[in-house]
């Protein structure tokens, strides 16, 4: 089952393509309606993208993994599947408290996609495994 953005959040995300398409540029009002649903959060991503922070790493098997390099300068891992980011943010803000549909990571990402600036790596399959659960063993370190 694939997870979905609310309906306003999707059909946002497509106008911006379109208009970017169509005039190589993301117009105000369609700014404006991305700090509306996101907060501070989408100048916070849109400084993301600006900076080229995003890296779509990919391996012969069709696995898709982002990585975000925050603005902290800790990278991060989003997997846009099922609408995850390995930041602090996304589990408290959007998975605990549900405030926020998306961390700055996440919509960076989407927002990267929809401008053209997302960096590309390809890497093997055993590769891919071995960064997963390296960050994975990183993280289960800090939480001890």
């Known amino acids: 089952m694939a997870v979905t953005l609310p309906e306003v959040v999707e059909e946002l995300l497509s106008d911006m393509m379109a208009a970017v398409r169509e005039n190589a540029r993301i117009p105000d009002e369609h700014l404006l309606s991305l700090k509306f649903l996101f907060g501070s959060s989408a100048m916070q991503a849109l400084d993301l993208v600006d900076r080229k922070s995003i890296t779509l790493i990919s391996s012969p098997s ?72 390296t960050e994975e063993e990183q993280d289960q370190k800090g939480t001890e």
Not at 75 to 101: D, G, I, Q
Not at 114 to 122: K, P, Y
């Open 62 to 133: 069709g696995r898709r993994v982002y990585q975000v390099l925050g603005s902290s300068g800790k990278t991060y891992t989003c997997l846009m599947s099922c609408h995850y980011c390995s930041c602090p943010a996304f589990a408290f803000s959007v998975l605990r408290k549900n405030e926020s549909l998306l961390c700055k990571h996440l919509l960076a990402v989407y927002l990267s996609q929809i401008t053209g600036t997302c960096q590309q790596l390809s890497i093997s399959d055993k590769q891919l495994t071995n960064m997963l659960l």
